[in-house]
């Protein structure tokens, strides 16, 4: 069964420093795709990057890159130059399956963050 | 555009009560998804429709909990009657028939607290 795990309940960085987020994957379908979300306080869920299982390189978007190790079935979130509007929940998700317009979605526990100045 | 809009954004009610939530998809996207997170826990995908039909209801909890999109437009989630373990943010979500899978829009949620 497809499974997400966040060890990190949660992570303190400094503004202008980088942090990496953990998340570890479970599944035995080849096809699948990774996505990391992060959750204001507001509430909204805001989508932030996406990788695919077939993707050959790692993705990225803008202070957003995701490191993809395939065989180690991690796909850390790595968010540079950290700044304060950047604490929030931030959670792992995967879609499994090739996609066919059909997108549910499991997701991690979250990681909560809390960059200080 | 309009993104997916959730009402109400918070409701408390007594164990016991019934409560309706309402989920308003972007305009267009025949894909409407419910996920809920209860405190501490994961978010968990509820259902799917496609349309107005229901093409996946593993997630849902229990025959206490009933979703309708009637004319495949906005969707309905009522909850009757509601019990403690309820309590949670509820997310709607929806995505075209065929775009990019990289884009899944969530509502703001609904924060609903049972007493």
Known sequence: AQKITQTQPGMFVQEKEAVTLDCTYDTSDPSYGLFWYKQPSSGEMIFLIYQGSYDQQNAT??????NFQK??????LVISASQLGDSAMYFCAMREGGYTGFQKLVFGTGTRLLVSP | ???V??????SV???????????DPISGHDNLYWYRRVMGKEIKFLLHFVKESKQDESGMPNNRFLAERTGGTYSTLKVQPAELEDSGVYFCASTTLDGDPKEQYFGPGTRLTVT
């Open chain 1, 61 to 66: 978007e803008g202070r957003y890159s995701l």
């Open chain 1, 71 to 76: 065989a180690r079935k991690s796909a850390n």
């Open chain 2, 1 to 3: 555009e309009a993104g």
């Open chain 2, 5 to 10: 809009t959730q009402f109400p954004s918070h």
């Open chain 2, 13 to 23: 009610i007594e164990k016991g009560q019934t409560v309706t939530l309402r989920c």
